[in-house]
């Protein structure tokens, strides 16, 4: 069970993340590279002085910063979601929440990447989850074997809509590592295969195994 310290220290995360996406789109509006440094600044700053940070005790003497990749405009992507032609039901079963149930939103056609499956968390709260496997997942000083998250929007992880309102953000310099690739205690939605891509997608936080 959770005490009322360590939840009121996840609510503050959480927070905080939103915060940080709202600082990260606005500045984006003016200079998208400067909001990276935003991006990369803040979570730093999370995991390095935050009691919800999920690095481990002994992870976080001498940490200095994740692993994130130089920012490329060319994982920059404004793009249309394509509706489901069916209707398909993710149920993920955690060690933290329980079985948390997810369905099929849509379709992202990505130029010269790929297709990712757009989720809905279909539970209380609702918003859009889209993870991500490519093909350096694994490999040494590559990305998390589970895949990282580039749009979460019910944990604050959202670059906003299109500008004209009718598509979605997906940028690859913001794709991180869930929680649990720090601390096993954690248990997170992980890429189904339809967000598994067969391309290398160096963009984004990197991996070579906890801090």
Known sequence: MIDAASALHVADWRRR??????????VATINVVESHRVWQAGRNELFATHPASPLLPEDRAGFESLPVADYDAAWRFELDIAP??????LEV??????IVPFELLGHLAIPDVG??????LATYGGGLFIPVRDALAGGDSG???GGRYVV???????L????DGTGIVIDFNFAYNPSCAYDPAWACPLAPPGNVLGTEVPAGERYAGPH
């Open 17 to 26: 993340v939103f915060a940080l996406y709202a600082e990260v789109r606005r």
């Open 152 to 158: 979460d929007t019910v944990k604050g992880a959202d």
């Open 160 to 163: 906003g809509a299109r500008g």
């Open 84 to 89: 489901a032609e069916r209707s398909q039901r």
């Open 143 to 145: 990305t998390y074997g």
């Open 115 to 120: 297709s990712l499956d757009v989720w809905r």
């Open 93 to 98: 079963e955690t060690g933290t929440d329980g």
